[in-house]
T-cell receptor, first 114, second 117 residues
């Protein structure tokens, strides 16, 4: 069985500061991992995905995430926060066979302080 | 290129009724998946279709069903609506490349907001 835990339902950072959103997963097989963003009253947008290639994955809007097997983590980072980054972020896990359903974390709402 | 479209955008139904939601994927995408989003349960996977076949299904009762047509458009149906079915229903279309490093893209529609009274 797979699961994903996002630490912190709300995270606040100052504009220009480092963004770090934490995600830990549990999987009995090497996983696929995803980060999604949801802006207010909009659908989801895929930020980036890990599919067993490079462990450091670069996504859109300056975000990146690093797969750390030893820590079962896939934290999302961005060097400098912008006001436009305020949104809810979801981490998700699925299996490489693509036969398994995708499991989402509870989400982390990112607040950007001026 | 045109994005994923979902119709209708908003829907109000009464308990016991049934509802059909529609999703038109991005041209060239043969995979369509559906998700339910509620404040209490968060985001949950409903099912995925690929080339008119259901490839995977989440943990939802049989009242939730779907299908995909030959043009990749998909519909999901919920019968005998319950208050707890009130949610934002999201559809996504995706494309997996078959050649390494396995190009992948996925786009979501804006969702259908279903309210059951």
């Amino acid at each position: 069985a797979q699961s994903v835990t996002q630490l912190g339902s709300h995270v606040s950072v100052s504009e220009g500061a480092l963004v770090l959103l934490r995600c830990n997963y549990s999987s009995s097989v090497p996983p696929y991992l995803f980060w999604y963003v949801q802006y207010p009253n909009q659908g989801l947008q895929l930020l980036l995905k890990y599919t067993s290639a490079a462990t450091l994955v670069k996504g859109i809007n300056g975000f990146e995430a690093e797969f750390k097997k030893s820590e079962t983590s896939f934290h999302l980072t961005k060097p400098s926060a912008h006001m436009s980054d305020a949104a809810e972020y979801f981490c998700a896990v699925s299996s490489p066979t693509r036969d398994d359903k995708i499991i989402f974390g509870k989400g982390t709402r990112l607040h950007i302080l001026p | 290129k045109a994005g994923v479209t979902q119709t209708p955008r908003y829907l109000i139904k009464t308990r016991g009724q049934q509802v059909t939601l529609s999703c038109s994927p991005i041209s060239g995408h043969r995979s369509v998946s559906w998700y339910q989003q509620t404040p209490g349960q968060g985001l949950q996977f409903l099912f995925e279709y690929f080339s008119e076949t259901q490839r995977n299904k989440g943990n939802f009762p049989g009242r939730f069903s779907g299908r995909q047509f030959s043009n990749s458009r998909s519909e999901m149906n919920v019968s005998t609506l319950e208050l707890g079915d009130s949610a934002l229903y999201l559809c996504a279309s995706s494309f997996w490349g078959t050649v390494a490093p396995h190009f992948y893209e996925q786009y979501f529609g804006p969702g259908t907001r279903l309210t059951v009274t």
